[in-house]
Each structure stands twice: as structure tokens, then as C-alpha cells.
């Protein structure tokens, strides 16, 4: 049974920083990949950035103002979020790839509400 547990999310006015960390649960065999996706009101979601094998990618518009950093011996991924838009409002997801008793699979945490507002 595996459980990603989110936290960090809030209300902060536009120009300020957050910090939302996921800690998975479960006996993984191996993490590939762990990342943050966010999904606004009435739009897709979508991938914020990942982390990879030592490697990160970022969405464009997150690019220079977000850092994603994980800890696969913790099994936990950080993502810290600076000089929010209003834009930024959404709710985002953790995201976690690897195996688990040589099964591959993808688990998601519940959410965590980002709210950039003056």
C-alpha cells in the first residue's frame, strides 16, 4: 500500500515563496522519478517539474522561479516555489514512479491547494 502525504500549500500574496513537500509510504523496490503537476479550475493538468536519475525538468512557466529536489532515501520530493503569480493558483500533486515488488507503478498524493492572491 503505498501513500504520498502532501504538505505546504496555503494563501500567499503575490511576490511570495511556498514550499510543499510529499513523503511516500511503502517499500519500494526503486523510485525513477518523482515530480509536482498542478491543476487550475476548469483547465488540464499538468507537469510543474520532475526529477529523474539526477536530471530535473521544469515547465516553462515555472522556469528560474521554482526548484524541485528529492530524496529517494527519504522518499520524499521538495518543491520550493518562489516569486508566485497569481497564475500559480492551483491545486498541485505529488507524483511518485518506481517499482514495488518488481511491479512497476505510479502513485499520486491528494493535493494541496496554492493560492496566490493580494
Known amino acids: 500500500q503505498v501513500q504520498l502525504l502532501e504538505s505546504g500549500g496555503g494563501l500567499v500574496q503575490p511576490g511570495g515563496s511556498l514550499r510543499l513537500s510529499c513523503t511516500a509510504s511503502?517499500?519500494?523496490?526503486?523510485?525513477?522519478?518523482m515530480g509536482w503537476y498542478r491543476q487550475a479550475p476548469g483547465k488540464q493538468r499538468e507537469l510543474v517539474a520532475i526529477?529523474?536519475?539526477?536530471?530535473?525538468n521544469y515547465a516553462d512557466s515555472v522556469k528560474g522561479r521554482f526548484t524541485i529536489s528529492g530524496d529517494k532515501a527519504k522518499k520524499t520530493v521538495y518543491l520550493q516555489m518562489d516569486s508566485l503569480k497569481p497564475e500559480d493558483t492551483a491545486v498541485y500533486y505529488c507524483?511518485?514512479?518506481?517499482?514495488?515488488?518488481?511491479?512497476?507503478?505510479?502513485?499520486w498524493g491528494q493535493g494541496t491547494q496554492v493560492t496566490v492572491s493580494s
Open positions: 507524483n511518485v514512479a518506481g517499482k514495488i515488488a518488481m511491479l512497476p507503478g505510479e502513485w
Open positions: 511503502g517499500s519500494f523496490l526503486s523510485i525513477t522519478a
Open positions: 526529477t529523474s536519475y539526477g536530471s530535473t
